[in-house]
């Protein structure tokens, strides 16, 4: 949809302008994009952290696809096993499925909804961002947006509990 470089500040322009245009079913489309490239982002930026290598990550990001199995997993790689309710507040997770679900059923032609709906809830994605790009600042360190750190050599065995 549009490259990370672009820049978080001009990703929530390029949403609140497809709002002001009317284009509602397109500006939560773009949202829920936004906030799944977030949270993909910080994932991955979580599994280097862990000791994978750049090169297996992909491969196992690769299998991750979908926000739901993403939230199954983030616990496993989260440094102190919280899950993504935990780090992002919960009381979120309502709009966020209502958002996800109503995107996913626009995209596979499953349902339209009125253009009321898809603005009320672009809205509120467009104001969830910001809180879980500083959910992720405070308790990672990393936004999900600027650069992923890479990692050529693994360091996970580091402590290993079988032989090698």
């Known amino acids: 949809m549009y490259p990370v470089r672009l820049g978080y500040d001009a990703a929530k322009n390029r949403i609140e302008k497809l709002i002001c245009n009317g284009h509602h079913a397109e500006a939560l489309l773009t949202s829920v994009f936004t906030l799944e490239k977030i949270i993909h ?25 979908g926000f739901s199995k993403q939230k199954e997993v983030w616990k496993c790689f989260d440094p102190r096993e919280r899950s993504l ?6 009381s979120h997770w309502q709009h966020i499925n209502k958002a996800v ?9 499953v349902r339209v909804y009125k253009l009321a ?8 994605i467009l104001l969830l961002l910001d ?6 600042q405070s308790v990672y360190g990393y936004d999900g947006w600027g650069d992923v750190s890479r990692r050529i050599k693994p360091k996970l065995h580091s402590d290993p509990k079988v032989d090698l």
């Open 41 to 65: 982002r910080t994932l991955r930026q979580l599994l280097i952290s862990a000791g994978f290598t750049s090169s297996s990550t992909k491969v196992l990001l690769s299998q991750l696809r």
């Open 85 to 90: 309710a935990e780090v992002v507040a919960s």
């Open 101 to 109: 679900e109503m995107r996913n059923k626009t995209v596979h032609g």
């Open 117 to 124: 709906e898809y603005q009320t809830q672009a809205r509120l």
């Open 131 to 136: 809180d879980t790009v500083a959910a992720f």
